[in-house]
C-alpha cells in the first residue's frame, strides 16, 4: 500500500496537473447581444492598468480567424483598437485607433460590458 508521504505527494501532482491544464484550455466566450452576427469572440488575455484595461481575443467565424487586441476605458466606456494579425496573437502589430464610444448592439460594446463588469 501507500504510505502517508506518497499519497500526498500523488494527491498533490494530480491536482496541479489538473489545475495547469484548466487554465491553459480555458477560453471564455463573450456573449453578444446581436445574435445575428457570424463571428464568435474568445478572450485570450486581460489585464488592467489604471482605469484603462487591454483585451487580447479571437475573432472566429467558420472560415476565419482574427486576433485582435483593443484598449478600453471604463469609466468612459471608450474603446480604441490596439491592432490586429491574422496570423497569431503574438504577431499583433500596435496601431492603434482614436478612442470612441461604440453604439448599442456592437461587438464592440459585448467587449467593454464584458471587461467592465
Known amino acids: 500500500m501507500f504510505s502517508g508521504k506518497k499519497l500526498v505527494f ?23 447581444t446581436a445574435y ?13 492598468q489604471a482605469t484603462n484595461s487591454t483585451i487580447t481575443l479571437r475573432r472566429q467565424s467558420f472560415d476565419t480567424i482574427v486576433y485582435i487586441k483593443a484598449e478600453i476605458n471604463c469609466p468612459s466606456r471608450y ?16 496601431n492603434p485607433t482614436q478612442w470612441y464610444q461604440p453604439t448599442i ?3 464592440e460594446l459585448d467587449i467593454i460590458t464584458y471587461v467592465c463588469r
Do not use: F
Open 10 to 32: 500523488i494527491c498533490g501532482a494530480v491536482l496541479s496537473i489538473s489545475t495547469y491544464g484548466i487554465s491553459k484550455s480555458q477560453e471564455i466566450e463573450i456573449p453578444r
Open 36 to 48: 445575428k452576427d457570424i463571428y464568435k469572440y474568445y478572450v485570450l488575455e486581460e489585464g488592467k
Open 79 to 94: 474603446i480604441r483598437q490596439i491592432g490586429s494579425s491574422t496570423r497569431s496573437a503574438r504577431e499583433i502589430q500596435n
Open 105 to 107: 448592439g456592437t461587438v
